[in-house]
Every structure is written in C-alpha cells, then in structure tokens.
C-alpha cells in the first residue's frame, strides 16, 4: 500500500488545465463543488506518482517537456458559509484564498472587494474561480447562491451549474450520464441523494479511465483525463445544514474482470481512500495483485488496508 499527501507547498505552477464545478438545484437547496488534484508544469527531475494511475511517467515518458507534476487541491472552504474551487494560477489564488479566508463573516460586498482588490497582474488576470456563498434565509434554512471570479471580476448566480477547466467537458459529460443512469435506477424522489450518486459516480468514470487507457498503445487517448491534464483524484465540498465540508467517508473501489476456467469473475483491482489531517489531504492507494478469494480472513484483511 503506498499513499500520497498534499496540502501546500512553493510550487508556482498553473492549474488552468483542470476540472472544476459548482453543482446546485434549482431549489438553491443543494450546493455541491468538486474539483481535481493534478497540477501541471514543466517536466520534474524527479519521478511523480498519483493516487490512479502511479507513475506519470505511464502516461508522459521521460522528455515530454509539460507533464502533471503532482497533486493541489483546488476546493477550499474559506468560511463554513464560503466555499471555492480554483484554476489558473496557483499564486493568485492562494493570495485570493487568503484574503477570502480572512473574511469574518462573508457577504456580497466582503466578497467583491476581495476579489476587486486584487493586484492587477498576469497572474491574477489567469485566475478563475467558481464557489457558493451561504447565507441565513430563516431559522432552518441557508440561501445559497453560486458565484464566479475571472480576474478581478465577480458575478454572482443562483440555481445553476457550472463547470471550468480543460477537464469541463469530460466531466460535465460523464455527470450528465450518470444522473440520467441514476434517475433510471432510483427515479426522481431524492434529488439530493441523485446529484451525490451522480457526482461519484460521474468521477469514478473519469478515475478509471485513468487506469484503463493505454497511452502508449494510442487507447482512446481523447479521453485520458491525465493527457488533458487533470485528474489524479478529486476533492468534494457539500453544505451540509448550514455550513460547507468536504467529504472523506468515500472509498473508491474500481473492479474488473477475468476468466478462469471459463468463467468469467469479478475482482477488485484498484482502492483509493482519501481522508483529511487537518488541511492536509491524503490519499491511501491499494492496487490490488492477484485474486482476492472470498473468504473471511482476507476480506479482513482487504478492509483494515483500506482504513
């Protein structure tokens, strides 16, 4: 089992080739935003694993120039009512993260002269970000609107969807496939419960198209998510009641299948669990070597190396 960590760190790098998205209902009562992990720049000395695919080097050989060269994450809760999701340059985002987090209590004004008060820079000129600002409605409930920066610029939304980065239309795709497989599946009774599945399910896809696709034999190399340069992983952030967390309770099993003796059989082959210390998130990844037989003992043992 190895396992990968990232919570910051002096790399200056762009992650404007990415997969953002701020989810929400018309209602405005479901706010969801996830985002990947990969960063891109200009090809390291030294050899990059991610938690889906391993060395990058499976996917950019030695000399390709431009590669993934580790893993950010892009979804951060600034406020338990404020949550973004960034791409474009890493600088300016955590000089806008900054300024965002020291927001005591976040409102449309606080969040425009934030954003409006940013130096004007190349830097800040590449930066985008989308996000829900949460607000009190009554007692019980928050209203939630989405809003997007591009440089110095904020709009604010409500009741849409968004997504940005070169990863936008994959995972919009995927996102849109899945909520219809999962509306055919469980109907339209719990749309919160529909959008969750349809998220993990939309980034599972893209996950192990990661695993699957062989660059090197030309497999449908459209739809490597690497190639484009995001992926590694994904983050998500929901408002649960009246304020934003991210989630870490997922284990992300990915199956496939063999013959043996005729018979065809399904077997785990790759495990990621992510889960947060502190800031800090990790990401354990089992790949899976041979068969796991269904018996007690190494089903145990299968589950206490995915905690």
């Given at each position: 089992m190895g396992f990968c960590s990232f919570s910051g760190g002096a790399w200056a790098y762009c992650a404007r080739m990415t997969a953002i998205g701020a989810v929400q209902?018309?209602?405005?009562?479901?706010?969801?935003?996830?985002?990947?992990?990969?960063?891109?720049?200009?090809?390291p000395a030294v050899e990059v694993?991610?938690?889906t695919r391993g060395s990058t080097?499976?996917?950019?050989?030695?000399?390709?120039?431009?590669?993934?060269?580790?893993?950010?994450?892009?979804?951060?809760?600034?406020?338990?009512?404020?949550?973004v999701a960034w791409t474009g340059s890493r600088i300016a985002a955590q000089s806008l993260l900054r300024e965002l987090t020291a927001i005591s209590s976040?409102?449309?004004?606080?969040?425009?002269?934030?954003v409006e008060g940013q130096e004007d820079s190349?830097?800040?000129?590449?930066?985008?970000?989308?996000?829900f600002l949460a607000e009190p409605h009554d007692a019980s409930t928050m209203r939630v609107r989405r809003f997007r920066v591009v440089g110095r610029n904020?709009?604010?939304?409500?009741?849409?969807?968004?997504?940005?980065?070169?990863?936008?239309?994959?995972?919009?795709?995927?996102?849109?496939?899945?909520?219809?497989?999962?509306?055919?599946?469980?109907g339209n009774s719990d749309a919160g419960a529909l959008i969750m599945s349809?998220?993990?399910?939309?980034?599972?896809?893209?996950?192990?198209?990661?695993?699957?696709?062989?660059?090197?034999?030309?497999?449908?190399?459209?739809?490597?998510?690497?190639?484009?340069?995001?992926?590694?992983g994904y983050e998500i952030a929901v408002l649960d009641g009246r304020r934003f967390v991210k989630l870490d309770s997922a284990v992300h099993i990915f199956w496939r299948t063999r013959t043996v003796d005729g018979e065809l059989r399904l077997e785990p082959w790759r495990i990621l669990r992510p889960r947060y210390s502190g800031a800090t998130l990790i990401v354990h990844a089992v790949n899976v070597q041979g068969p796991i037989e269904a018996n007690a003992e190494r089903v145990n043992e299968f589950e206490t190396a995915c905690s």
């Open positions: 209902t018309a209602a405005e009562r479901i706010a969801i935003v996830v985002g990947d992990l990969a960063l891109e720049g200009v090809e694993f991610v938690p080097r499976e996917v950019f050989p030695v000399g390709a120039g431009f590669t993934v060269v580790g893993l950010v994450q892009k979804v951060v809760i600034c406020h338990d009512r404020l949550v976040p409102d449309d004004e606080s969040l425009a002269a934030a190349e830097a800040t000129r590449q930066l985008e970000m989308l996000g904020l709009s604010m939304s409500a009741g849409t969807t968004r997504f940005l980065g070169s990863g936008a239309p994959l995972l919009s795709e995927a996102l849109e496939r899945a909520f219809r497989s999962c509306v055919q599946l469980k349809s998220i993990f399910a939309a980034i599972g896809r893209l996950m192990s198209l990661e695993l699957t696709t062989s660059v090197s034999r030309g497999e449908a190399v459209a739809l490597h998510p690497l190639i484009h340069f995001f992926g590694g």
